[in-house]
């Protein structure tokens, strides 16, 4: 995968920073930002063996869609924000390595 590492970092920043309390505009931003990158994500990944990914970001971009949120409490979304930068990182780091054929 040879794209920007934005894809990846940029989300990952902004569900940290989201542990802050912030205006709602943020969190609708965050949103967006979100379900965007983990559609393209799941979109490029879909066509590799790696499956596994193409699920997880799928299923993230369904949460973090926009059109229809998901409503859960602050500690709930604290938790899965942090999860899901830490899916970020490690695919971000896994997919700057070039895959080795066994």
Known sequence: MNNSR????L????????LAP????????LRIVVCGSSAYISWTTADTKIT??????????????PIVPVYLDREIWAFIDVG??????IHWWISRRPLTST
């Open 84 to 89: 899901v930068a830490v899916i970020y990182f």
């Open 52 to 65: 596994g990914w193409t699920v997880a970001f799928a299923a993230v971009a369904l949460l973090f869609n």
């Open 22 to 29: 912030l205006p709602y505009g943020y969190y609708t931003i």
């Open 6 to 9: 934005l894809i990846w970092l």
């Open 11 to 18: 989300p990952a920043a902004m569900l940290l920073i989201a």
